[in-house]
């Protein structure tokens, strides 16, 4: 057939358009195929122990039998339905990842949940909690992720977050031989400008020369706390300067509700994570991070499920303390397990607990979402399979993958973090390997290549 454009007519065209459809691709890879943990847990740095996570969980697990001693309980204290026995089956997973893993993600706070100490103190904090993480690490009760939060890198904390950064993963080093924890990562928090997450990078580049670590060993992450993380001063979007900034080294974007809606001059005593400035700041950072790979956290819920009543030594508390205190933290639960819902709502799948006992709603919250779907998610990704191979497998060309990646990823999270037995994932029809692949398109082109 005779055609007009030649390949010689149109390689400038088409080398154009190669580089641009590179530089985009670049920009934006899609989302990562490593598991992003349900939550972060804040604590103070100067706490922190090896055996920190175990603790955690214990505490958890008490809260949770003291509070919610069975499925029926805790459906009464957090809202969840009872029929077909799904409150039951929440509750047991609760408990089984209470016992098993009970915190995903821990980060060791030097900011907020530490404050400013004299030089000489934070120094020996940085010193001993490195040691601690590196004690961890030999006996093998350090949570799946874990790292530490500096304070900003504004002109008055510079000097004193750059060194805490250096006297820490110096020593955790020293003390491990050079190994860091697996998916060990720097948080800054408060960013404003990109030359702050830049000056990190080249920080974390430093180091990792002096100590023979691989490029890219140490990862940092955003926290988005204020509206100059996402506009710059004129006006024009900001928060993707800031991700690029990091020379590749940005994992994750966690959102700060409190300090954000505080620089928007909201009144304490509506602040909270349902205000309808967080979902501005929601919405706004998924639209700007959408594609890039960068993994979002919301915040966190501060009211903590704490009774009134404690325990005086060996006397009992009266049933009166007993139930006031059941009353109160039911009542934060019910906040806590509203805000997480919130945000798994809106695809936020983590956020940030403060307290052991705000850790069992969070696996509940979780864990129900995943649940509910289920049913739903398994036909719709069966589905799409066969609908896909078929399309393959006469030529033609299935044009809706995204949406199902998107139900893989669901199940691919909800497996991740316990909320999803391999038994549930199997009923889709899909085996294990192929889900741990982590693409429908690969499962889509293996199932049809026989058949060509």
């Not at 390949?7 to 065209?13: G, L, Q, T």
């Not at 697996?182 to 830049?198: A, D, G, I, M, Y």
């Not at 349902?274 to 959408?290: E, G, I, K, N, W």
């Amino acid at each position: 057939m005779k055609t007009t454009l030649t390949p010689e007519r149109s390689a400038a065209s088409r080398e154009a358009l190669r580089r641009a459809n590179t530089a985009f691709a670049r920009v934006y890879p899609g989302e990562s195929s490593q598991r992003q943990p349900v939550h972060t847990v804040y604590g103070g740095a100067h706490l922190f122990r090896a055996n920190t996570a175990r603790k955690m969980g214990d505490l958890a697990l008490a809260s949770l039998r003291d509070h919610a001693p069975d499925g029926a309980h805790l459906a009464h204290g957090l809202g969840l339905p009872q029929r077909g026995g799904f409150a039951q089956r929440v509750y047991a997973r609760v408990v089984d990842k209470l016992e098993r893993e009970p915190v995903e993600d821990f980060r060791l706070d030097f900011e907020d949940g530490y404050g400013h100490r004299p030089d000489a103190e934070e120094d020996a904090h940085a010193l001993s909690a490195a040691q601690e993480v590196a004690r961890g690490l030999e006996q093998g009760t350090l949570p799946p992720f874990i790292g530490i939060r500096v304070k900003s890198f504004t002109e008055e904390l510079y000097a004193r977050s750059s060194r805490t950064l250096d006297l820490f993963v110096t020593a955790l080093l020293e003390h491990t031989g050079g190994r860091l924890p697996p998916s060990f990562v720097v948080t800054l928090p408060k960013v404003t400008v990109p030359e702050q997450v830049t000056a990190l990078a080249h920080l974390l580049s430093e180091l990792e020369s002096a100590h023979g670590l691989p490029s890219g060993a140490l990862m940092l992450e955003l926290m988005v706390e204020t509206p100059q993380a996402l506009f710059d001063s004129r006006g024009r979007p900001h928060l993707l300067s800031l991700v690029e900034a990091g020379e590749g080294r940005c994992s994750h974007v966690h959102l700060g509700a409190y300090d954000y809606t505080a620089a928007l001059n909201v009144s304490a005593h509506v602040q909270g994570m349902l205000h309808p400035a967080c979902d501005f700041l929601r919405d706004t950072v998924q639209v700007l991070l959408a594609g890039t790979g960068v993994r979002l956290s919301d915040g966190a819920t501060t009211v903590m499920p704490v009774g009134p009543h404690r325990k005086q030594g060996d006397t009992p508390l009266l049933p009166t303390q007993q139930r006031e205190n059941t009353d109160a933290v039911h009542r934060a639960w019910q906040l806590a397990y509203r805000n997480t819902r919130h945000s798994l709502e809106r695809a936020y799948y983590q956020g940030w607990d403060l307290h052991p006992a705000q850790i069992p709603v969070r696996y509940a919250a979780v864990y129900a979402f995943f649940l509910e779907g289920l049913e739903p998610s398994s036909q719709r990704l069966k589905a799409f399979v066969d609908k896909a191979a078929q399309a393959t497998m006469l030529g033609g060309v299935f044009d809706d993958a995204a949406t199902g990646q998107g139900l893989l990823n669901f199940f691919l999270r909800g497996l991740a973090c316990g909320a999803l037995t391999e038994e549930e994932v199997r009923a889709t029809g899909l085996t294990l390997e192929e889900l741990h692949g982590r693409s429908f398109r690969a499962i889509v082109q293996a199932r049809a290549a026989p058949s060509r």
